[in-house]
């Protein structure tokens, strides 16, 4: 407990937007990437954006971890773009989401999307920790 009452785990700080409200050109271009409509979905429980982020598994079994933002949340769409910009740029040896297999970025005048091989795996650090 902080001097600030109990400590939130950091898995559970976002509220995200969900699935049924990203605009539908988003959808549709997340279903055409992910091969078929999501049947689970499973929010991501940590991070500032606001915006929609979620690992996404068709009936087949195809899964994608996804983020994804419209301009009813302008300040997530220029982080999503921004994230998209400084992904591509990173070198492959980078240990940061999309290296090695670069995510799938789509942006438009008022969407921005990007879609990345799911990861059995967590952040490898939290804020607030030293490492």
Same mark, same amino acid.
């Given at each position: 407990?902080?001097? $600030?009452?109990? &400590?939130?785990?950091?898995?559970?700080?976002?509220? !995200?937007?969900?699935?049924?409200? +990203?605009? #539908? =050109?988003?959808?549709?271009?997340?279903?055409?990437? +992910?091969?078929?409509?999501?049947? *689970?979905?499973?929010?991501?429980?940590?991070? $500032?954006?606001?915006? $929609?982020? =979620?690992?996404?598994?068709?009936?087949?079994?195809?899964?994608? $971890?996804?983020?994804?933002?419209? =301009? *009813?949340?302008?300040?997530? +769409?220029?982080?999503?773009?921004?994230?998209? !910009?400084?992904? &591509?740029? +990173? @070198?492959? #040896?980078?240990?940061?989401?999309?290296?090695?297999?670069?995510?799938?970025?789509?942006?438009?005048?008022?969407? =921005?999307?990007?879609?990345?091989?799911?990861?059995?795996?967590?952040? @490898?650090?939290? @804020?607030?920790?030293? &490492?």
């Amino acid at each position: 407990m902080s001097r $600030f009452g109990e &400590t939130v785990p950091y898995d559970r700080t976002a509220i !995200r937007t969900g699935w049924e409200a +990203l605009p #539908e =050109a988003v959808r549709a271009t997340v279903v055409k990437e +992910l091969g078929g409509p999501p049947a *689970d979905i499973r929010m991501a429980g940590g991070g $500032f954006s606001g915006g $929609f982020a =979620a690992r996404l598994r068709t009936d087949s079994g195809a899964e994608l $971890f996804v983020k994804a933002a419209g =301009a *009813d949340r302008s300040w997530a +769409l220029a982080a999503y773009r921004q994230e998209a !910009r400084v992904n &591509t740029a +990173l @070198p492959a #040896e980078v240990p940061a989401p999309g290296s090695n297999s670069p995510p799938t970025w789509t942006t438009g005048p008022s969407s =921005a999307s990007s879609a990345s091989r799911a990861r059995p795996r967590r952040s @490898p650090w939290s @804020p607030g920790t030293s &490492t």
